[in-house]
């Protein structure tokens, strides 16, 4: 059964640093790309990041970019999201994904809170 | 970026009824146009992806149509728990979007 399971999130203050993770099993990791979505919340989903297989290309968002840095660890089948200078708009739920073509999984997210 | 907008924001329909779910891009994404349905406190659940195929699991009344900037998703006849968020998703340029989702909800 394929898994990704998300940690790290919690309640952090304007300007300050949080490192998700997410850890996969059930498939080969190494041999997926990975997305972050996140949903603020009431709203709808917005994706933040991506990653190809063996770590060669990364995309971001707009809103992210410059601030969030996506990497991987295929030896631990994680995937991590390092996020800095954060902002009150950046609180959401942050998924973890895989999506091509029909391979799609999603963890269960992790909430992350920035406030004062 | 390419923007998808969703229409209707809400649709009220009744069990049995059939609905028609419209997704528009700011420009052409080809085909690789995909669908969700998200039901509050879970994951996104893939529906369609590619435009028209459906996910593994996903029930036949669920279909996908459309190709370069307009889609729709259509259930042909609504069950009791089709009723929830849909959201389109183009990957096929970056950034990724999604569309900002139709609540389908009971009348």
């Known amino acids: 059964e394929v898994q990704l399971v998300e940690s790290g999130g919690g309640l952090v203050q304007p300007g300050g640093s949080l490192r998700l993770s997410c850890v996969a099993s059930?498939?080969?990791?190494?041999?997926?790309?990975m997305n972050w979505v996140r949903q603020a919340p009431g709203k709808g989903l917005e994706w933040v990041s991506y990653?190809?297989?063996?770590?060669?290309?990364?995309y971001y968002a707009d809103s992210v970019k410059g601030r969030f840095t996506i990497s991987r660890d295929d030896a631990k089948n994680s995937l991590f999201l390092q996020m800095s200078s954060l902002r009150a708009d950046d609180t959401a739920v942050y998924f973890c994904a895989s999506f091509f073509e029909s391979f799609d999984y999603w963890g269960q997210g992790t909430l992350v809170t920035v406030s004062s | 970026e390419i923007v998808l907008t969703q229409s209707p924001a809400t649709l009220s329909l009744s069990p049995g009824e059939r609905a028609t779910l419209s997704c528009r891009a700011s420009?052409?994404?080809?085909?690789?146009l995909a669908w969700y349905q998200q039901k509050p406190g879970q994951a996104p659940r893939l529906l369609i992806y590619?435009?028209?195929n459906r996910a593994t699991g996903i029930p036949a009344r669920f279909s996908g149509s459309g190709s370069g900037t307009d889609f729709t998703l259509t259930i042909s006849s609504l069950e009791p728990e089709d009723f929830a968020v849909y959201y389109c998703q183009q990957r096929g340029y970056w950034p990724l979007s999604f569309g900002g989702g139709t609540k389908l909800e009971i009348k």
């Open positions: 059930g498939f080969t990791f190494r041999k997926y790309s």
């Open positions: 590619d435009a028209s």
């Open positions: 990653i190809s297989t063996r770590s060669s290309d990364t």
């Open positions: 420009q052409s994404v080809d085909n690789y």
